[in-house]
């Protein structure tokens, strides 16, 4: 007897999304196994976000549809999603920036469980939120920064911060939106080890822009181009797609 297919933890199919005469999303098909790290690239206006917002409930799409696991969620919005274990990783201006670290955490933890964040000290003792901020800080790398304002943290901790608070919803799908953009090059490495240390049954898709982080970090890649799938396919063979180093990486290939 055959087992039975695992579903995809994440999967787009042939999602369209059109702003006026513009197609950015042109029937996008995606298929994320429990655990993928996989990375969406491509030149700016691609279509990247869109298809963030698409996958994440923010935008509807025209046409196709999301699933995550077995449901089909493509009527659902964010929240509905993020319920389902979708996270999407917390803007900066987002960060609770007057709240120490460990607050900020412990709040978003407690809104992921459903409580208000203004009573999350009432439930810091039953829930744990407290443990559970100091676990999450340690994962993020800021386990000796959990006293200070979120607001005060270097860019590069600010970011750190973000992922921080999309873990804390326990999330089995991770979304991140550009997780080094702006960073030094150290910033960067401590943002690879934090990605890189991220639980492995968890379900990751990343936009991301610096191909050393892509190549370190994905185990499969999809190249948009003008809102459809240009390539797809495993970091060697996307660095070593001609197509692709052509059109996105501006190399000459002779
Ligand atoms: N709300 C909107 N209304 C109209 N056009 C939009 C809207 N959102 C995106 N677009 C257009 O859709 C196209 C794709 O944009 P999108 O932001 O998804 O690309 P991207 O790949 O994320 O780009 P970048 O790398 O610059 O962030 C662009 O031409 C953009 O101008």
Redesign the pocket.
């Known amino acids: 007897m055959t087992a039975a297919p695992v579903p995809a933890a994440l999967a787009a199919e042939d999602l369209r999304k059109s702003?006026g005469a513009?197609e950015?999303t042109g029937g996008v098909s995606l298929a994320l196994p429990p655990g993928r790290r996989h990375a969406v690239i491509?030149p700016?206006?691609?279509?990247?976000?869109?298809l963030f917002n698409l996958l994440s409930g923010a935008l509807r799409p025209d046409g196709g549809r999301v699933r995550l696991g077995a449901a089909d969620v493509t009527a659902e919005g964010p929240d509905a999603r993020a319920r389902r274990g979708l996270a999407r990783s917390f803007q900066r201006n987002s960060l609770f920036p007057g709240m120490t670290v460990e607050a900020a955490l412990m709040t978003a933890a407690a809104i992921a469980g459903g409580r208000s964040a203004v009573f999350w000290r009432r439930f810091d003792r039953e829930r744990g939120l407290a443990g559970e901020a100091t676990a999450i800080a340690e994962r993020i790398g800021l386990a000796d920064q959990l006293g200070q304002v979120a607001g005060s943290l270097a860019y590069g901790a600010q970011r750190q911060l973000e992922i921080g608070l999309a873990l804390a919803t326990r999330p089995s799908v991770l979304l991140l939106d550009e997780p080094t953009a702006g960073m030094s090059p150290e910033e960067t490495r401590a943002m690879q080890r934090l990605l890189a240390g991220l639980p492995a049954a968890m379900t990751i898709l990343v936009i991301e822009h610096d191909m050393d982080v892509v190549f370190d970090l994905a185990d499969r890649v999809t190249v948009?181009d003008h809102g459809a799938v240009l390539l797809e396919g495993t970091p060697d063979e996307i660095r070593g797609s001609d197509l692709v180093r052509r059109r996105y990486l501006g190399e000459r290939t002779g």
């Not at 700016?44 to 869109?50: Q, S, V, Y």
């Open positions: 702003f513009l950015a491509g700016n206006g691609a279509g990247k976000t869109t948009l």
